[in-house]
């Protein structure tokens, strides 16, 4: 998967995020943003990566959105894989 339609998948999880009030909730609450900042930063690769990141954390959330988009799961761990989740810092800087 290459990095655009990663990062536009991800769009799709916050628009699904916030549609959803109860994950709305937990994620500003875990994240600490509000409303100005996530606007802020709704462009930026690593608060898209954090968006999936929330998702890949609960299992049922992740199926969730993987059937409101009409993915396979494996497509969002494929988009969350391509922003750089599941790789340390260090192991992303040597590729």
């Known amino acids: 998967m290459i990095s655009e339609q990663a990062q536009s998948l991800a769009l ?5 995020i916030l549609a959803e009030d109860a994950l ?10 509000d409303g100005d ?5 709704i462009g930026d690769r690593d608060f898209l990566l ?4 929330f998702l890949m954390g609960h299992e049922p959330d992740l199926l969730a959105f993987a ?3 009409d993915e396979k799961p494996e497509t969002v761990i494929a988009a969350w894989r391509a922003l750089g989740g599941g790789i340390s810092g260090d192991e992303w800087q040597t590729w």
Do not use: E, I, M
Request: aromatic residues 8%; glycine residues 4%; charged residues 20%.
């Open 50 to 53: 954090s968006t999936l990141d």
């Open 12 to 16: 799709s999880a916050v628009v699904f």
């Open 24 to 33: 709305k909730d937990r994620f500003l609450a875990l994240t600490g943003l």
């Open 67 to 69: 059937a409101h988009v």
């Open 37 to 41: 900042s996530l606007r802020a930063r």
